[in-house]
């Protein structure tokens, strides 16, 4: 397997983020598109709308999508290698996510 020359800037660009979205982005990488009560939901957190609307406005790993529902989306090719480490560090995340109502 070819080593993806993009993870390690990812991971150094997460450490320099102030209280560190990594759960927020990890947990939320498994759906296609989040909004802040989903997030709360799937990290079992306060503030996912606050959260995803700051990394938003930064420009950092989620877009918005628009619309008066605030719905958040991660990058594309971003979305791909956090679920990819999800599953490496917890292969069950997507099925346990999948699975609450």
């Not at 594309?76 to 560090?89: G, V």
């Amino acid at each position: 397997m070819k080593e993806n020359r993009l993870e390690p800037s990812i991971d150094c660009r997460l450490l320099e983020l102030s209280d560190s979205p990594k759960p927020l982005l990890s947990w939320t990488s498994v759906v296609d598109r989040v909004r802040g009560a989903l997030a709360d939901h799937l990290t079992g957190r306060t503030h996912g709308q606050d959260r995803l609307e700051g990394l938003a406005r930064a420009n950092v790993f989620v877009v918005s999508l628009g619309g008066r529902d605030e719905w958040f989306s991660h990058q594309a090719l971003l979305r791909e290698l956090i679920r990819h480490r999800l599953h490496l560090e917890q292969p069950e995340a997507e099925t346990q996510v999948h699975r609450h109502p």
